[in-house]
Structures are given as C-alpha cells and as structure tokens.
C-alpha cells in the first residue's frame, strides 16, 4: 500500500514537469503589453482625479506627460526578444525522470520506509496490557506490605524490577530498602538499590546510592555493577583517574568474555579520553571468545529476526565449545542464560545443571552458586 | 504508512523545487517560453507536495501516532482535539514545515493569481522563491525532520502543558508566519527584476499586492500575539519588547516602509534602487528572526555552541541568501534610471521621510534585540534590553513620524505648498494642542513624552478625517453627492485613510495603557480593600473549584463604583495535576475607557500567612490597541482590493480565430 501510494506521488510529481508541454496556451503577458496596460490605467486614474477636482489642471498635465514618457520609454527597450514556444521539451522529460529518482534517493536517506503508523486508538491492547501490568505491581504491592514477615525478598525485587521498567524509579528504590538490609540480601540487591537511586536523581550518585555501592563491593568484591558504580561515584566526585583504574582492574579480574565488559571498556576509553589514556580494546584483556564488541554493536542495528539468528548462532557457538571444554563454569552460565532469554527453559534447566555440577570448590559467598540455584529454580529444576 | 508518505512528499518537493529553481531561470534568458511556463507548475506541485507533509503530520496529530518521536515530544493523547491540531507547528520542526508551507502557498499565489504579471518576470520570480525553499526543505530534511520515527513508540506523548493550550496561541505563529514569510515573494521579485534588470513603475505595481498581502497578516500576527500576553500571561503587559517580539516587529517596521516607497517608484518611478533593498532587507530580517528563534540563540548564546548544527545551517542559509542578493544589488543597483524629481516638500519628501524613520527605528529595534545576544557571547554577561531603552530611542523616533503622517496625504507629488497645507490643518492642529492640554490637566503627573504623544495621536487623527473629508467634500457638497464620491474614490485610498486612522487609535492605546496604568498588588486576605482608578474592590476570599483536568483557586472580588455595585470579578489560579504546572487566568472587566484586570497568585512566603497575592491594574484605553490593529489590518484588506492592482491581465479574445494572421 505505501509503494504504490509513493508511486503515485511520483507518478504526480513526473507529470508537473511534463505539464507545460501538454498545456502550451494559457495566457502570457509580456513585459511591455502588461507595463503599458498599468500606464494606460494610470492615465485614466489622472484624469477620474482631475475630474474630481483632487489634483489641478496643470498637475493633471504634467502627470500625463510624465506617465507617456513612461509608456516611450517601454516601448523602446522592447525591440526584439521573441520568445520561442517550442523546444526544450527533452530536458523536462528528462527531468520528469531525474525527479522521482532524486526524491527516492532523498527518500531513502532521510525516512525509516516500511515503518507503520501507531495510531493511539490501535494501540488499546498495549495500553490494556501496561494498565494490568500496574495494576498487579499495586496488587504485588498490597500484598507485600500486609504481609507479617515484611513479605518475601523474591517479591519485592521482583516488584522493583517491574518499577524499574515502568520508569518509576523512586518507587523502584523504596521496594528495594524494604530488603537490603535483611540477613537474605545479597550484593546485587544492593547495587540494583543503588541503581534505582541514580536513576531517580537523573544520574546523580546520591550519598545513599554511593553508601549501597560500599555495601555491595563489602559483600561481593566480584560484583561487576558494584565496581561500575562505584567507578561512575569516583568519576563524578573528579577521580577519575581512580574511575579508570578500578574499572581496568575489573575486568582483567575475568578470564573469558563477560557480556558486561563492552560497558565497561567503552567506560573506559569515554574516562581516557579526559585523562589522556590509551584507548584500549578487550582483546586487551582477555582472549576473545565470544561476540566481538563489534559483533554485538552490530545486533544493535539488526531487525527482530535478524537479530535472533544473530543470537541463535551465537548460542550455538557456545554450545559447541562446551562440548570440548565442559569444565568452564562461566561458559554453561552464559549458555544457560541466553537460553533462557530465547525462552528455552529446558535446555537452560541442562546447562545450569552442568554448571551446578563444578560448583564444588567454589566459595561459599561465590554469587554463582545463587544464580545457579535460582536458575535450576526459575527453569522448572 | 501516512507519516512515510509525508516524508516522501518532503522529498517530492525537494525534487521538484530543485528543478524549478533551474529551469524557469534558464527559460527567462534564453527566451524558452516552455520551459518558463513549468515555473507555474512545479510552483502548484511544490505547494501540494508541501501540503501533503504538513497534513500528513497533523493527521499524525490528530490520531496521536506517538510512533512520530515529533508527536510524542509535543503532544498528548488527553490533549483538546483543537490543541493536538495546532501542535502540529508548535515545535521546531512543525513550526518549519509551517514557514516552507507559506513559503509554496506564495509561490503557488503567484502561479496562479498573476496572470498579470510578465512571463519571465514571473518565471525569475518563481525561480528565485524555489531557491528559498531548496533551502528550506533541505535543512529540514537533512537536520530537522518532523517525521523522525520512533522504534519503540512511547503508549502516551509528554506534552501537556495547559500554558501552551490557548486558541490566541494556536493561531499565532500561522498568522505570523503568513506574515514574515510572505515577505519572501517580494523579495524573489525584487531579485528577479534585479537579475533582469528592469525595475520600473510598472513593476512596482505588480509586487504591490503581495507586499499588502505580507504586511496584512503580519499586522495582524503581531497584534494578536500581544492580545495573549495581555490575557494569558497575567502580567497585564502587551508589548514586552522581547526578543521574539521584536524579531517579528521590524519586518514589520521595514515592511510599512516598503509599502510606502513602492508607492512612490510606482507613481514617480522614483526610489527603484531604495524600493529593491528594502524588499530585500525586510526578508532578511524575517530570515534573521528566523534564525535567532530557532537557533537556540535565545535561550543562550551557550546552548547554540553546544549543539550548533541547526543554527550553523540557518546561519549559512541567511549568509548565502542575504549576502548574495546585496551583492548582486551592488551590482545592479547602480544602472537604474533615476526617476522623476522631486523638490523637498512633496508628497515623495513627505514619504521619504517617512522611509528614513521608520529604518532608523528598525535599526534601533535590531541594536536593542542583538547587543544582549553579543555582548553575552563576548563578555558572558547576560543582559536584558527592555522597556527604558526603547521608551527613550524608538519612541522619539516614532513622533515625528506621526507628526509627518497627517501631514503626507495633504501634500501633492512633485512641489507642494507646505504653507497652504498647514493654513488648512489649523483647526486641526488647534484642537490637539487643546486636547494635549487637557489631558494635562487630567493627569498633571504625567509624562510629558506621553502628553506629547497623545496630542499627535488626535492630531493625526484629525487631520485624516479631514483629508478623506476633502476628497469627498463632505459637507461641503450635498450629502448625496458626498456618497456618491466616496463610491468613487479608488479602495485603495480609503484603505489608506482607514490605515492611517488605525494607527492614531492604537496610539491612544499606546499611551493611555502604558503611562497612566495604575497598579495595586497586595497581599490579600478576606475583607481586604483596594481603591484604584475610582473603583473599590473587596477581596472576598478563594475557593476551590474544579476543572476538566485542573484545579483552580478562584479569588472572588467585589467592584464598586461610588457606592454602587458594578459587578464581580473571578481571577484563578489552576493548578494541572498531570502536567505539573500553573497558568494564571485574570479576570477583565472590558470598557472601551480601560479595563480592568485582576490576577491571583499563591501565598508567596510563610510569613504573610494565608494572605494571596492579589494584583490589579486598571489600564485606560487598552482595547484602543487591538480596535486600532483591525482598523490596520481592513485598511489593507481595502486597499488590497481594489481593482487597480488587477490591471494588465489582458482578456484573452472571445473567439481565437482573430488572431490567425490575414492571408
């Protein structure tokens, strides 16, 4: 329907080019017979204002003889000038083509074509779909709070989660204090609380966010939000240099790709820029295994489905070098994620079975085995 | 779909205005009647294509397809219907689609309503106005896209802010904009005649019309942008000399100039070269208002640097246009015949002296808008240029303009007896004096800029009834005669007189809301009482009242005259809950004498308890203003009527064999 409405447009905009060789009469005036036209009238307009006694005799007089002076000298300068009536009709046909083309051209460059309008009145299922997803944070809400124990720590995160998205961020952060200081928390309670209170201030690290970020590094020095906050807290109070190197030292901690680490690089280089570091790339740290920053700057830029095959050969990359080097924990935690972002929870249940599997020997304070836990839990385990 | 395809169109009449941009041009050198005549063509095209964008983004609008990232930057899905309309050109970009539209809807006028005009004259012309529109739709296309989508549509827009929803407002930036654009056709026909090279009387009775044209709704533009202020921002102010007023009063200023020393090129064929800069200086002006409204230059000379891309653009846009089109006046101007002379008092002095003020008083009006914006690029200063700088510099300037003004129609072309003139407006000259007198004594504290000011309005006043009363010898002739005179007499002229008349009544305006404005603000609290201007009002107190989508405290006031009840007055202040503001709604109690104006504001501190904030003005003849802007505005609607500016469409002959050649 679009291409064939814009075809018509252009249909419309070739035929105004070619319009004047269709249509040759129609009238012209040249520059002589329409000035002398204007004189003749003024001539008139002297004598109706003698005649009325506005302006004298003598005035009428020397007016007219000015005005036929006038009409000479028009007659003079037009000697010749013929004008043809024919001709030049290719360089409009030519035109008629260049136009539409060009317009495409111009088209393509500035639109976003094939991209539907969402009229307001259309769009009632989303609108019905937000409203109950409201409805049921109040729900979750309610519940929570009547709840003798203070209600459970699952449901207030995930009740802030839903804050978070919603834009409500101040709300997300008062969800979040009910919990952090609960024997339960965990260090990503924490920075998720502080997170919520950046957002909330417009990005600002307010003394609570920052004291949060403290907590959290106490609880889990590992914690990659933790370190990024607190880097940002660093950079905002002018440290930058100390941003920069808590950020580095972060992420040569790891071994292998983290999907975190393009923030942090691109952190990095932003910080480097103001202090006159060398930029550096990931590869700097560590051997490059999965998606390349570059690989995932350009899923950005992918439609859905492209960007799902995208994700699809991905996963299965990584599926592939698990099966040669089943021993990597953070592997089959990758894997068992991505899986369960594509919605599939039973291969995801697998993958965070093996990866329960080389738990031992971890720490007892090791994050990991939360997540794993909550994944086998989350996937129906 | 429809937003794709109005991008689409952009894109058609970019193409389009491209093309017309050439070939008319080269049709009108190389005597090519064809390719001339496609200028009436894509000139029509242009416009529908133009049209089409800008439906196409109100249809957005209107369906709040908040997909739009324009739409849902600007508008709401609560919103009045009316005021999702009109946000089609309430932000930059809808507000350049507007000015592109205005632009074509001229250039299409010319397409088809001058039928009078020479064909290559109106081929260069058209050309010309499709070089501003290559600009125009370029920089729009390329950094201002009103149809920039949104991946992620937002389920509601974020704009609502009630200030904004104001049917004076809504309709000002159109009226404005038909203005100050408009004055771009005259422009393009005064380059077409300078890259012809032929300017002649005739010539300036072709742009006559679409000079009128422009300076009408730029009339009535400004007038109704102050008629807001006065009513929505509650401050009782009409005029504030603000930037964004300014930018639009002095293409006014040079475009009244204009007006008048076409008149002079038309009849004496004198000022060609004068007449072709001011078209092209008032243009620039709007450009340059253009560019300082949309740059960002006003909110900060800051801001601009930091994201100079738009500005940049315009910028380049206003060196390329106004520079190129004074170069080519350097060179062109000197080759003009000179026209018929003059001796110093004549009706041509009369209105040179008229041109010379009123530039110097643009000039004036541009030093005031423009040193803030330098100084604090240079200095970082911020400073504000208002009301005493212009009081002192381009009031002076004016008063001798009026004084001229009711002398001018007297005078006759060529030689004028300046004596004999001034022997007929004693009377006249007399009974201002008296009247500036009186007022005197009326108001002895006033002062005397004012005094002075209000005795030229009466004198001019006066002294244009009594010329239109010569020309039709009212009451020296029968009244039957009187009429049928007055029938006669071209519209052009009395559109003139009505003009003319207009201008004393916004003076009276002028002076009476300005300098014997009485204001009283107190801090308010039930029982209080405030005497101003012979009126006794009681505050009564403030209730609450709800709105449609507001709550509003409404302060009820008791007015008495004498003893005498005259009625009550009810200022609110609302308060929109969603959108996080308040607007001010003052109470007016309209007589043609002076209104009366009350406005409530919040307790402002603690301290004073729950005392309001109650102002009122009382401001004598203020109406007189907006009465004098619409006798304005039908002086050049008369004036624009009259056939004489239709002359020189030949009637093509009833039947066409005539015109085959004899054998």
Known sequence: MFWISAAGMALLAALVILLPLWRRGGRQVDHRDGALAIFVDQLKEVEDERARGLISPEEAGAASIEIKRRMLAVERQEGGGSVRTVGGAMVLMALALVVPVLAGGIYVLTGTP?????????????????????ELAERLHTRLSGEADGGATEGWELLAQTYMKMGRYADAAEALARIIDRPDAHSGHLTQYAEALIAAADGVVTETAGAAIDRALEMDVLNPAASYYKAQWLEQEG???????????????????????????????????????????????????GPSAED???????????????????????????????????????????????????????????????????????????????GIASNGG | MIPELGQFALALALAVALVQSVVPMLGASRGNLVWMRSAQFTALGQM??????????????????????????????????????AATWGSHEGSLLLWTLILTL???????????????????????????????????????????????????????????????????PPLLYIGYVGFSIVFSFAVAALIEGRVDAAWARWVRPWTLAAWMSLT????????????????????????????????????????????????????????????????????????????????????????????????????????????????????????????????????????????????????GTLYPLFLEALTGDKISVGPPFYNASFVPIMLPLVFVMALGPFLTWKRADLRGVLQRLRAVAAISVIGALVVWYLVTKGPVLAVLAFGLGIWLFLAVLQEWGAKIKLFRAPLGESLRRARNLPRASH????????????????????????????????????????????????????????????????????????????????????????TTESAIRHTLAGDLYAAISEPAAENTGNAWTLRILYEPLVNFIWIGSFMLVLGGALSLSDRRLRVGAPRRAKAPVAAQPAE
């Not at chain 2, 109100?58 to 009316?82: G, I, Q």
């Not at chain 2, 250039?107 to 088809?112: N, R, S």
């Not at chain 2, 081929?123 to 370029?138: D, E």
């Open chain 2, 495 to 582: 559109g003139m007189t009505l003009a003319h008349l207009g201008l004393a009544v916004c003076i009276f305006g002028f002076v009476g809301s300005s300098a014997w404005k009485e204001e009283v603000v107190v801090f308010a609290k039930p029982g209080t009482e405030v005497q101003i201007a012979g009126f006794d009002i009681t505050f009564e107190g403030v209730e609450q009242v709800p709105g449609p989508n507001y709550m509003a405290f409404r302060g009820t006031l008791v007015v008495m005259r004498d003893g005498d009840f005259v009625q009550n007055l009810y200022p609110e202040r609302r308060n929109y809950p969603v959108a996080r503001s308040q």
């Open chain 2, 220 to 367: 009535g533009g400004i007038a109704l942008g102050s008629w807001w202020a006065y009513y929505e921002l509650g401050w009782g102010g009409w005029w504030f000399w603000d930037p964004v007023e300014n930018v639009s009063f002095m293409p006014w200023l040079l475009g009244t100039a204009l007006l008048h020393s076409a008149i002079v090129t038309e009849k004496r064929g004198a000022f060609k070269s004068w007449t072709i800069l001011l078209a092209i200086l008032t243009f620039s002006l709007s450009l340059l208002g253009t560019f300082i409204v949309r740059s960002g230059l006003l909110t900060s000379v800051h801001a601009f640097a930091v994201d100079p891309e738009r500005g940049v653009y315009i910028l380049a846009l206003l060196a390329l246009s106004i520079g190129g089109s004074l170069t080519l006046y350097a060179v062109r101007a000197p080759a003009m015949e000179g026209g018929g002379l003059f001796a110093p008092i004549s009706r041509e002095g009369g209105l040179l002296v008229n041109n010379l003020l009123l530039a110097t008083a643009t000039g004036t009006v541009l030093f």
């Open chain 2, 48 to 85: 529908v294509f133009v049209a089409g964008a800008f439906g196409a983004l109100m249809w957005a609008f209107v369906v709040s397809d908040f997909s739009v990232r324009n739409v849902a930057e600007n508008s709401h899905s609560l919103k009045p219907m009316l005021f999702k309309v």
């Open chain 1, 114 to 134: 094939g991209v539907e309008s969402q009229p307001f009145a259309q769009r009632a299922g989303e609108r019905e779909e937000d409203a109950r997803i409201v």
């Open chain 2, 106 to 172: 001229f250039g299409a006028g010319v397409a088809v309503f001058g039928a009078n005009i020479p064909h290559a004259l109106r081929a260069r012309t058209l050309s010309v106005q499709a070089w501003i529109s290559v600009g125009f739709l370029s920089f729009m296309l390329f950094t201002s896209n009103p149809f920039d989508r949104l991946m992620a549509a937002p389920v509601d827009g974020n704009d609502l802010n009630p200030l904004l929803q104001d049917v004076g407002l809504a309709m000002h």
């Open chain 1, 239 to 289: 440290r930058l240099a100390e941003a920069r190197e808590l950020l580095v030292l972060r992420v040569s901690q790891e071994e292998s790709v983290q999907p975190w680490m393009a923030f942090f690089i691109r952190q990095i280089n932003r910080i480097s820029a103001q202090t006159g570091d060398a930029p550096v790339t990931l590869s700097d740290f560590v051997e490059d295994r």
């Open chain 1, 296 to 374: 995932v700057e350009a899923a950005g830029e992918m439609s859905p489905e492209e960007r799902a095959a995208f994700i699809q050969s991905m996963v299965d990359q990584l599926a592939a070098r698990l099966e040669e080097e089943p021993g990597d924990l953070d592997g089959w935690l990758q894997l068992a994620r991505a899986y369960g972002v594509l919605g599939r929870s039973d291969e995801a249940l697998e993958a965070y079975r093996a990866a329960e599997g080389l738990l031992d020997g971890l720490a007892e304070s090791d994050p990991r085995r939360g997540i794993v836990a909550q």
